[in-house]
C-alpha cells in the first residue's frame, strides 16, 4: 500500500540539503519511492501535513535506558562520585524492571521524533538473565527500531577498577554471551528493526585484554564497537596512571579506533586526537546535557565535524540527563556550540543533522538518517501552527529555537509509531505507572 504525505517542508537531509516548502513523500510499503514539491504522484491513501515541518526520525547514538530508574540522584556529583554512589542500586536490576525502564525511555524518544535507539546496556548482575530482551520487547512493542549491545565490565574496585567487584564478569561469559544475543537477535541488512553492538563499558571498568577480545569477536561475527571515552579529566588522570597514556592513545593501543567504532562523550580531546578519530574513521557520540549535568565540560564537535569525524548525538542515561528527549539535544547541541565557538558556530539545521543524518553515520547504517528514495520511510512530523512559531519566517529553524516540541507524526518503517502528539502502540499513562512500581524497589 501506498501513502502520499503532502502539504509538508520536507528536510530530507540528502546530500545535496535539499528541502521542499511545499513538498511531499510518497512511501511504498515500508521504504520511501519518492520526495519532491510540484505535481503530486498517485498513492492508495493521501495525508495532508498541513504545512508541518517534516525531519528524517532522530537517532540516538548512547542511552542506558535502565537508568530512568533512578532519575535525580547524586546531583551535586563529578562522574566518578556519581558512578560510586549509583553502581550499587543499579545492582538490583532484573529482567522485569529493565522491560518496565526500557518502555519509559522508549516510549520518552518517541515522543520527541526519536526512530532508532541505541541502548548501551553494561549491569549484568549475577543470576539475572533476560535483560537486553526485555528492552528489545519493549522497543517492538512501542515501534522503534533498536540497535541493543552487550555491554561488559571486568575490572573491579580490588582490581584497580571503578565498578563493585559484584558487578564485573569473567571475560569468557561475557564473549560466549554476546555470541549468543547475536545468533538470537541480530537482524543485518537494510532496513533492520533489531541490531546489537559490542560495547565494553569503559577503560576504568574493562580490562585491555577484554577489550581486545571484543573486538576480535565483533570483527568475526561483523558487529559494530561501542565504548565510553575521554568523558572527564579524572578519566585522563586514571589511563595516565594506570597504562601511561591518554585515552584515545590507550584506545589505539588496543585497535579499537577505526571505522567500524564509536565513542560516547569525548570531551577532552587534543587536535592530534580529533585528527586520528578523522583518519581512521572512528565516530563520535555527543551527549550534551549529559555532560553539563556532570560539570564534564563540552565536546569539541565544530572541530570534529570540520576534521570529518562521525558525530550524532545521544541522550545519554536518564540518571544523568533525567529525560530521554532527543529533539532537546539537537537544541542542547547547537547552545553548547555556540556556546564554546560563537553565534556561527553552527546552524539550525546542522544540529537537525547531527541528529539524524550524522546518528545514521555513527551506527553504520546508511538505510536511515535522510528522506529519499530507496531509504527506511522513518520520519517525524512537527507541527508549524504553535504558539512558540508564530513569526517564525523560518520554520525548519525555528522548530530548534524554540524546541523541544513533541512530534505531531512519528513514522518508522512506514508505520505510524505517534499519532496526534501520542503513543499508537502503547499507553503512556499505563508505562508511567507501571515504571514507578518498578522504580520505587530502587528507591532508599
Known amino acids: 500500500m501506498s501513502t502520499l504525505y503532502r502539504n509538508g517542508w520536507i528536510v530530507t537531509m540528502d546530500d545535496a540539503e535539499s528541502e521542499h516548502e511545499n513538498g511531499w513523500i510518497l512511501v511504498d510499503g515500508s521504504t520511501i519511492a519518492s520526495v519532491g514539491s510540484g505535481m ?18 532522530l537517532i540516538n547514538t548512547h542511552h542506558h535506558l535502565y537508568q530512568t530508574l533512578t532519575r535525580a540522584r547524586a546531583q551535586q556529583a563529578d562522574l566518578f562520585t556519581w558512578l560510586r554512589e549509583l553502581y550499587p542500586v543499579w545492582s538490583r536490576i532484573d529482567a522485569d524492571a529493565e522491560y518496565a525502564a526500557a518502555r519509559t525511555g522508549i516510549a520518552e524518544l518517541a515522543l520527541s521524533g ?25 522497543a517492538r512493542e512501542i515501534g522503534l527500531r533498536i540497535v541493543a549491545s552487550r555491554g561488559s565490565m571486568d ?7 571503578l565498578p563493585p567487584d559484584e558487578l564485573v564478569e569473567d571475560l569468557d561469559a561475557v564473549l560466549a554471551e554476546t555470541e549468543r544475543l547475536a545468533a538470537a537477535i541480530h537482524e543485518p541488512g537494510h532496513g533492520a528493526r533489531v541490531q546489537l553492538a559490542v560495547a565494553p563499558c569503559s577503560p576504568f571498568s574493562v580490562t585491555g585484554r577484554l577489550m581486545e577480545e571484543s573486538a576480535a569477536l565483533a570483527r568475526r561475527l561483523d558487529l559494530p564497537l561501542h565504548t565510553h571515552l575521554a568523558e572527564t579529566l579524572e578519566e585522563e588522570a586514571y589511563c595516565l596512571e594506570l597504562h601511561g597514556c591518554r585515552p584515545v592513545e590507550y584506545l589505539d593501543r588496543l585497535g579499537w579506533l577505526a571505522d567500524d567504532v564509536w565513542c560516547a562523550h569525548c570531551i ?15 565516530g563520535v557520540a555527543h551527549c550534551p546535557t549529559s555532560n553539563l549535568r556532570l560539570g564534564a565540560g563540552a565536546a569539541p564537535v565544530r572541530e570534529m565535524v570540520n576534521a570529518g569525524v562521525r558525530v550524532g548525538l545521544g541522550v545519554d542515561g536518564s540518571a544523568s540527563n533525567e529525560r530521554s528527549d532527543l529533539f532537546f539535544e539537537v537544541k542542547q547541541a547547537l547552545l553548547v556550540c555556540r556556546g564554546r565557538g560563537g553565534g556561527a558556530a553552527i ?17 553504520c547504517r546508511d538505510d536511515i538518517g535522510s528522506l529519499e528514495p530507496g531509504k527506511c520511510a522513518d520520519f517525524a512530523v512537527w507541527r508549524t501552527d504553535v504558539l512558540e512559531l508564530g513569526g517564525a519566517d523560518d520554520l525548519v529553524a525555528g522548530i530548534v529555537f524554540a524546541g523541544p516540541f513533541r512530534p505531531d ?6 508505520e505510524t509509531v505517534v ?4 503513543l499508537v502502540k502503547a499507553d503512556e499513562t499505563e508505562i508511567a505507572k507501571a515504571h514507578r512500581v518498578e522504580a ?5
Open 347 to 363: 546552524t539550525a539545521r546542522e544540529a537537525i543533522r547531527l541528529g539524524t543524518r550524522g546518528g545514521a553515520a555513527v551506527l
Open 419 to 422: 499519532s496526534d502528539g501520542h
Open 114 to 138: 526519536c526512530t532508532t535507539v541505541f541502548d548501551h546496556h553494561y549491569v549484568f548482575p549475577r543470576g539475572r538473565e533476560g535483560l537486553i530482551e526485555a528492552e528489545v520487547q519493549a
Open 409 to 414: 507524526r512519528l513514522v518508522v518503517g512506514g
Open 440 to 444: 520505587r524497589k530502587f528507591s532508599g
Open 40 to 57: 503530486e504522484p498517485h498513492a492508495d491513501e493521501r495525508v495532508d501535513l498541513n504545512g508541518a515541518v517534516v525531519t528524517p526520525g
Open 268 to 282: 577532552h580531546l587534543s587536535e592530534s586526537d580529533i585528527s586520528r578519530f578523522a583518519s581512521t574513521g572512528t
Open 155 to 161: 575490572l573491579g574496585v580490588s582490581d584497580g577498577g
